[in-house]
């Protein structure tokens, strides 16, 4: 039984890689149909101009399995990447910002100090901020594509968008917040008196809803994360469940603002819940077998700031 568990999960996956590849055509498909909007850039000037500070909230246990996985896949395409652990390892290596507590129930305060660390380090080097899990794999190129046709000086805020308990992004399908949502964020967690609404120094709670709390509390609220079709970027499960789309919880369709569709978007940006072995063979699939080693140069869309 677990035999054919998985290579129903194998054959998921190069479906998906298949379907990424036939989507290369220079007008329709993965980045083809981006050429029909009136600002444009080559992805070479999308890589050099979006900079985006990807962390990935991780522990010392996970980091010879599911961190290495990301250290030697999807992490190094991000502009910098941090591992974040609630305890320092030069090797690796990985940070602890102050202020983080052990254990998965206090994931909040990694999330929440994260945050606050980059501020401090890293607001003006880098243009947006993302946000994963160490089972999370995300398709950086189409991150940036996707960020591009977006001002970081604005408050910004993307994931698979959650409408319940007032609106958040999952965290587990990772989410990503602009420079000026960071700056935003920093001012609430900043007052001395805590909001109501966001009590950030408590040490439990869901750390996506908590920071969306947090976010509302400076009027920043998830934004539309989906392609010219409608279809989620951000996913919240394992590529052969999004796919083929007959797995789903019944929780998912009652709090998912964009309801779950049946296959992917082409250019889909994250999925969640991959052990270290789907990591790495959705990485080569999309990457040796897929539509991005295609050396051709595309035209994509970008937001003006970019180009000044």
């Known amino acids: 039984m677990r035999r054919i568990v998985t290579n129903c999960v194998y054959l998921a996956l190069l479906l998906l890689a298949w379907k990424l590849f036939l989507a290369t055509s220079p007008t329709t498909g993965l980045f083809g149909e981006k050429r029909l909007l009136r600002k444009y850039a080559s992805g070479a000037e999308i890589k050099s101009s979006v900079r985006v500070l990807c962390f990935v909230t991780t522990c010392e246990s996970h980091l010879s399995t599911r961190t290495i996985s990301i250290k030697n896949t999807w992490g190094p395409r991000c502009d910098k990447t941090l591992y974040i652990s609630d305890k320092e390892n030069s090797t690796f290596p990985t940070i602890s910002p102050p202020g983080i507590d052990p254990g998965y129930q206090a994931l909040w305060s990694k999330t929440m100090q994260s945050y606050r ?76 008196k805590q909001p109501e609404r966001c009590r950030f120094m408590d040490k439990i709670g869901a750390e996506d809803a908590n920071l969306g709390r947090c976010l509302g509390v400076a009027g920043i609220h998830p934004g539309p994360a989906v392609d010219s079709e409608g279809s989620d970027l951000f996913h919240s499960f394992i590529p052969d469940w999004e796919v083929i789309g007959d797995m789903f919880p019944d929780w998912y369709y009652t709090s998912s603002k964009n309801p779950p569709r049946v296959g992917c978007s082409n250019d889909t940006i994250t999925f969640h819940y991959l052990t270290p072995r789907l990591m790495r063979l959705l990485d080569y699939l999309i990457h040796n077998l897929g539509a991005l080693t295609l050396k051709e140069k595309e035209i994509y869309a970008i937001h003006p700031y970019y180009l000044s």
């Open 117 to 192: 660390y980059l501020y401090k380090h890293y607001l003006n080097e880098y243009h947006w901020f993302m946000k994963a899990d160490d089972d999370t794999y995300v398709v950086v190129e189409n991150l940036k594509y996707f960020l591009a046709k977006h001002n970081p000086e604005e408050p910004r805020y993307f994931g698979k968008h959650f409408k319940t308990l007032d609106g958040y992004a999952s965290g587990g399908a990772g989410y990503v917040i602009s420079r000026e949502a960071l700056r935003r964020l920093e001012d609430v967690f900043a007052k001395e």
